[in-house]
Antibody, heavy 121, light 113 residues
Framework: QVQLVESGGGLVKPGGSLRLSCAGS????????MSWIRQAPGKGLEWVSY????????HNADSMKGRFTISRDNAKNSLYLQMNSLRAGDTAVYYC??????????????WGQGTMVTVSS | DIVMTQSPDSLAVSLGERATVNCKSS????????????LAWYQQKPGQPPKLLIN???TRESGVPDRFSGSGSGTDFTLTISSLQAEDVAVYYC?????????FGQGTKLEIK
């Protein structure tokens, strides 16, 4: 079945780094734009970044620009988020999500279960 | 950035009754060249990821019960549940994908009265 599975979350100290991964299956991964979206504990949803199907076009939320880098490896059906200079405010569940259509502007139709990132000393 | 504002923040409705969630965007999300509203609705139950219910403001996702409907255009949108079922208890979010940064409403918590 169509699914996304995130991994790589955990506890990290402020200023530290973490790399999240998301494995896609059950669909042609290379056909779709992909995104990361996060949700702080008890809070709403915040879009983080997207990457085009071929990996050429990337857009990031301003609050994470320069610290977070999205990438993908279509040969491995995988999406990544490299997070550097982490702050307490980055504590959240991080979801990877598929963009429904074949461009950037469409809803997120498939979501992973999420991976928890906790930034604390 | 386009700010998405939902109302109310929480809502209690009796089983079988209608539930209505509103979403207002700070600027139009209607793309004039294709006459499409770049607006989606999601449902999130505790401990689960969001689930896409409706995109393009009114197109129901496959498998979503027809008691869920979306309406509106430009800056004002509505999600309606025509007859509330127990399994509809959740937080509902609207989201614009008209321009980056893609933004979500703050969420509306729907409960049973």
């Amino acid at each position: 079945q169509v699914q996304l599975v995130e991994s790589g979350g955990g506890l990290v100290k402020p200023g530290g780094s973490l790399r999240l991964s998301c494995a896609g299956s059950g669909f042609t991964f290379s056909d779709h734009y992909m995104s990361w979206i996060r949700q702080a504990p008890g809070k709403g949803l915040e879009w983080v970044s997207y990457i085009s199907s071929g990996g050429v076009t990337i857009h990031n939320a301003d609050s994470m620009k320069g610290r977070f880098t999205i990438s993908r490896d279509n040969a491995k059906n995988s999406l990544y988020l490299q997070m550097n200079s982490l702050r307490a405010g980055d504590t959240a569940v991080y979801y990877c999500a598929r963009v429904k259509g074949y461009g950037s502007s469409d809803a997120f139709d498939i979501w992973g279960q999420g991976t928890m990132v906790t930034v604390s000393s | 950035d386009i700010v998405m504002t939902q109302s109310p923040d929480s809502l209690a409705v009796s089983l079988g009754e209608r539930a209505t969630v509103n979403c207002k965007s700070s600027q139009s999300v209607l793309y004039s060249s294709n006459n499409k509203n770049y607006l989606a609705w999601y449902q999130q139950k505790p401990g689960q990821p969001p689930k896409l219910l409706i995109n393009w403001a009114s197109t129901r996702e496959s498998g979503v019960p027809d008691r869920f409907s979306g309406s509106g255009s430009g800056t004002d949108f509505t999600l309606t549940i025509s007859s509330l079922q127990a399994e509809d208890v959740a937080v509902y979010y609207c989201q614009q994908y008209y321009s980056t940064p893609y933004t979500f409403g703050q969420g509306t918590k729907l409960e049973i009265k």
